[in-house]
């Protein structure tokens, strides 16, 4: 009796707990109170379509919240991502359109349904990453390479609908070296009198236009090869919210984004001379321009760092070091003083690329730091104006260890470059893959160092402490990741300048989830938020004028 009595119990929980289940799975989420927005997405190649981004963004609003379908085509936005109005619909799948414009109203007191149908795109060409661009090309690995300079500004279509033979190449190859690296179609800017070279070495070359000529269609009225688009995402890849924030300026490259202590997000604007700030609740976006010091050189730079006070740094391309407080709004140009300029006229040069160096009472008392028109590591004493120079050749990232000791990423090759910060030796620190092309990374709270390794397609990891690397593959070949940062959880993110996924690797197991963003991307800098669970990373979309929220759901 008893035991009958047990397997009845049994029965029954499990029972209940299965019908929870169902509850709360997003492919019942339609009968569901908390859901503003749901619907199935189709067509009639494939029926219910999994890995779909749905995008809605209400009229008159700056903010657009994206879904993903699960495996039965379904879709759900939570009540509370989507306040009562109307409601444009936009969607994102390899290959496919909508047959239809969507819209849909929302209310505040009952469940909307939007039944989406897709069909076959008329021009796939269209929709092509540069990530699949490079996926379709004929050419070597060495050919493919020279060009992804060229996706640091734009995408591959101006190149591949281009009819440029190799003579027409050199010229334009030639005058995309004149414009500064804060430049796109939309805000091209050319360099100023500060010089410095852009694009990187063997990109501006006879072997790098015949390439391109052969790609295009300057002797041909279509693409001699096929094109190729990677698969939709599956599985826990569909578990996630991204939120989409616009810059009210179409010019803005959010290259650089952070978390404040006031709970506002920070950027750095790529291109321009602001730095500005956006508040998430409301979507509120102000800037605050820069101090003009330089008459003749660019604006923008690629850096922004914060202080253990919420002080902003960024390196500037008028000045040496720029801090900004949030609080006050007020800028303070760091050593920029006739004195010291006329003791070393390198204080006045690019200064671009910064690593903080801690004095006693935790606040910055130097600066590791180079530039594109001032190559090499340097390093500037706050207090005196000092600026020390210790390798010659370029680099791209620089990161400053606990220690006060400096490292430069060089992307020509495979070598991260330390210097140490007492006595000033070098030491070469080859990655175990060779022409990695290491990029820009984070340090951890072990002083060990993160980084992407933008022409291997891998993450990798220096342990300051022990000299020695590890590296881990991602799973799609010409990402281009720019930028590694570690979580709470040991995972590390990245994302891919070309491909428009988010990649989020357990770097316990190796395996890696691919997040679709639901636009073109041109993903830089990342920032972890760790008071949330799960985490939220911040990013932004340097080549869309907007900032991103993702906000995985596992």
């Known amino acids: 009796m008893r035991r009958m009595t047990i397997i009845l119990l049994i029965t029954i929980v499990s029972s209940l ?167 796109t179609p939309a805000h091209p800017q050319k360099k100023g009198i500060e010089g410095g070279d852009v694009m990187a070495p063997g990109v501006v070359s006879a072997a790098t236009a015949k390439y391109l000529s052969t790609v295009n269609l300057s002797t041909v009225d279509h693409w001699a090869y096929p094109l190729q688009m990677l698969p939709r995402t599956k599985g826990r890849s569909t578990r996630v919210i991204i939120t989409e924030y616009d810059l009210p300026r179409r010019e803005a490259l959010p290259h650089d984004v952070l978390l404040g202590k006031d709970g506002l997000i920070w950027y750095r604007d790529f291109g321009t001379e602001f730095i500005g700030s956006l508040d998430p609740k409301t979507g ?67 200064f ?6 801690y004095g006693p009472e935790n606040k910055p008392v130097k600066v590791w730091g180079g530039g594109a028109s001032m190559p090499g590591i340097h390093r500037l004493d706050l207090a005196t104006g000092k600026m020390e120079e210790f390798y010659k050749n370029p680099v791209y990232g620089i990161n400053a260890d606990s220690k006060g000791n400096g490292y430069g990423l060089q992307m020509a090759n495979q070598t991260i470059i330390k210097v140490d910060g007492a006595t000033g030796e070098l030491t070469m620190l080859p990655t175990p893959t060779k022409n990695s092309g290491p990029r820009r990374g984070q340090f951890d709270d072990q002083d060990r160092l993160w980084f992407a390794e933008f022409k291997a397609d891998k993450i990798g990891m220096l342990d300051t402490r022990t000299g020695t690397f590890k590296e881990f593959p991602l799973p799609t070949k010409w990402t281009g990741p720019y930028d590694v940062a ?18 989020r690797l357990d770097t316990k197991t190796g395996k890696a989830v691919e997040y679709q963003m639901p636009r073109n991307t041109n993903m830089r800098r990342m920032y972890i938020d760790n008071s949330t669970t799960p985490v939220t990373l911040w990013v932004g979309n340097n080549h869309g004028d907007s900032i991103v929220k993702v906000e995985p759901l596992d």
Not at 60 to 79: H, L
């Open 17 to 183: 707990i299965f019908l929870f289940q169902a509850e709360v799975s997003p492919a019942l989420a339609a009968d569901s109170p908390a859901a503003a927005l749901t619907g199935q997405v189709s067509s009639t190649e494939e029926g219910p379509m999994e890995g779909v981004t749905v995008s809605a963004k209400r009229d008159g609003s700056t903010i657009t919240v994206t879904v993903i379908t699960n495996e039965q085509g379904r879709y759900s936005f939570p009540r509370n991502r989507l306040d009562p109005g109307q409601y444009t619909l936009r969607i994102r799948a390899a290959g496919y359109e909508l047959e239809t414009p969507a819209s849909t109203p929302i209310t505040a007191d009952k469940t909307a349904t939007a039944d989406l149908k897709l069909r076959k795109a008329a021009d796939i060409s269209q929709q092509l990453t540069n990530t699949e661009w490079l996926w379709s090309m004929p050419g070597t690995d060495d050919d493919k390479h020279r060009m992804q300079q060229c996706g640091n500004c734009h995408t591959y279509q101006r190149i591949v609908r281009s009819q440029y033979d190799e003579a027409g190449f050199m010229d334009i190859l030639q005058l995309m070296a004149s414009f500064t690296p804060g430049s």
């Open 284 to 350: 509120k976006v102000v800037d605050y321009p820069m101090p003009p010091l330089k008459p003749g050189f660019a604006g923008g730079m690629i850096d922004l760092q914060m202080d253990k006070d919420g002080n902003l740094w960024t390196g500037y391309r008028q000045a040496a070091i720029l801090k900004f407080d949030p609080r006050t709004h007020k800028y303070t140009v760091c050593c920029e003083n006739e004195d010291a300029a006329q003791k070393d006229p390198n204080l006045r040069a690019d």
């Open 352 to 357: 671009g690329i910064i690593g903080l160096v």
């Open 486 to 503: 570690l979580d709470k959880n040991s995972e590390a993110w990245t994302g891919g300048m070309f491909s428009d996924r988010l990649v």
